[in-house]
């Protein structure tokens, strides 16, 4: 188990001491209303509870080990946490509490993070920031992260595929199992994000995929989360042919079966070359994250 960090002396008024405790030594409870309080002022809000937050850490390889949340005294300022997977690690759900930034909570919890990934000798840490969010970014470019790239979060309301748009004529699908839209993965072109790499989509379970041929010789196949209310976790890829019409037809026979489910998924490439033809199908932008990189060896 991770030590505790040391914690910063006090000053002459007695301030409390501010020190790094491991998240392991708390609660989940505990956790998910430190995070929550963290974002009640945040660009987009994202509320957490106590199953959202254990799937949280499952889905996405949080060490809480090397976690940490930052404290005065009893009181909690704020946290952050490390994703830990071979070769690289990701940080996420780093948050302050309003009243107590701009204090270096947050660069205290930063350093803390680079930190343990250095003890774990990976090659790189990334992470996401919301775009606007300068204070972050600030943050973040300080400490040596650069820019990789954009990434959308997209939502398409429920409903069959809209009539105006011209699908390829006479394609042909195949619907797919779980395990078998688990090997299309190994396949994958595209270069992923943490939260959309392989192990992530395994990890949160309900895979099906779509393989679709079009009369053209085009083909492709799409992966993706089914659950009772909501499609998600999408990773399109085109084997032949044009990727756009390749797309309608695949997107077409997702709502086609699935009309009354809403969907959203996370961290596209903003120059995926499928996007316009989502687009033409209902896809909308809902906001964009940068993608930052710190390169450790």
């Given at each position: 188990?991770?030590?505790?960090?040391?914690?910063?002396?006090?000053?002459?008024?007695?301030?409390?001491?501010?020190?790094?405790?491991p998240a392991s030594q708390f609660t989940i409870e505990e956790l998910v209303a430190a995070y929550n309080q963290t974002r009640v002022d945040y660009?987009?809000?994202?509320?957490?509870?106590?199953?959202?937050?254990?799937?949280?850490?499952?889905?996405?390889?949080?060490?809480?080990?090397?976690?940490?949340?930052?404290?005065?005294?009893?009181?909690?300022?704020?946290?952050?946490?490390?994703?830990?997977?071979?070769?690289?690690?990701?940080?996420?759900?780093?948050?302050?509490?309003?009243?107590?930034?701009?204090?270096?909570?947050?660069?205290?919890?930063?350093?803390?993070?680079?930190?343990?990934?250095?003890?774990?000798?990976?090659?790189?840490?990334?992470?996401?920031?919301?775009?606007?969010?300068?204070?972050?970014?600030?943050?973040?470019?300080?400490?040596?992260?650069?820019?990789?790239?954009?990434?959308?979060?997209?939502?398409?309301?429920?409903?069959?595929?809209p009539d105006d748009v011209t699908i390829p004529p006479c394609y042909t699908v195949q619907n797919l199992s779980h395990r078998q839209a688990a090997?299309?993965?190994?396949?994958?072109?595209?270069?992923?994000?943490?939260?959309?790499?392989?192990?992530?989509?395994?990890?949160?379970?309900?895979?099906?995929?779509?393989?679709?041929?079009?009369?053209?010789?085009?083909?492709?196949?799409?992966?993706?989360?089914?659950?009772?209310?909501?499609?998600?976790?999408?990773?399109?890829?085109?084997?032949?042919?044009?990727?756009?019409?390749?797309?309608?037809?695949?997107?077409?026979?997702?709502?086609?079966?699935?009309?009354?489910?809403?969907?959203?998924?996370?961290?596209?490439?903003?120059?995926?070359?499928?996007?316009?033809?989502?687009?033409?199908?209902?896809?909308?932008?809902?906001?964009?994250?940068?993608?930052?990189?710190?390169?450790?060896?």
């Amino acid at each position: 188990m991770t030590p505790p960090a040391p914690a910063i002396a006090p000053p002459a008024d007695d301030t409390p001491a501010i020190d790094l405790v491991p998240a392991s030594q708390f609660t989940i409870e505990e956790l998910v209303a430190a995070y929550n309080q963290t974002r009640v002022d945040y660009i987009v809000p994202m509320p957490m509870n106590t199953a959202r937050l254990r799937e949280y850490v499952r889905n996405y390889d949080i060490d809480l080990d090397r976690s940490f949340v930052v404290r005065a005294g009893d009181q909690i300022l704020g946290l952050a946490m490390l994703g830990v997977r071979p070769g690289h690690t990701w940080v996420t759900r780093l948050g302050i509490i309003p009243t107590q930034r701009r204090c270096g909570a947050g660069q205290m919890l930063m350093e803390q993070l680079i930190a343990q990934s250095r003890r774990l000798k990976v090659s790189y840490v990334t992470l996401d920031v919301i775009q606007n969010n300068k204070p972050a970014h600030r943050l973040f470019s300080k400490l040596g992260f650069h820019e990789i790239r954009e990434l959308m979060v997209i939502r398409r309301p429920p409903a069959t595929p809209p009539d105006d748009v011209t699908i390829p004529p006479c394609y042909t699908v195949q619907n797919l199992s779980h395990r078998q839209a688990a090997a299309l993965l190994g396949q994958r072109q595209s270069v992923p994000s943490w939260l959309t790499e392989n192990r992530s989509l395994v990890n949160a379970g309900n895979l099906a995929a779509l393989r679709v041929e079009l009369e053209s010789g085009g083909r492709g196949w799409l992966v993706y989360q089914k659950t009772i209310f909501q499609l998600g976790r999408l990773v399109l890829q085109t084997e032949v042919g044009d990727p756009h019409q390749v797309c309608l037809a695949l997107i077409h026979a997702l709502h086609t079966h699935n009309p009354a489910l809403d969907t959203k998924s996370e961290n596209l490439p903003v120059q995926d070359p499928h996007w316009p033809a989502m687009q033409e199908l209902g896809y909308l932008e809902s906001f964009r994250r940068i993608e930052m990189r710190l390169d450790l060896s």
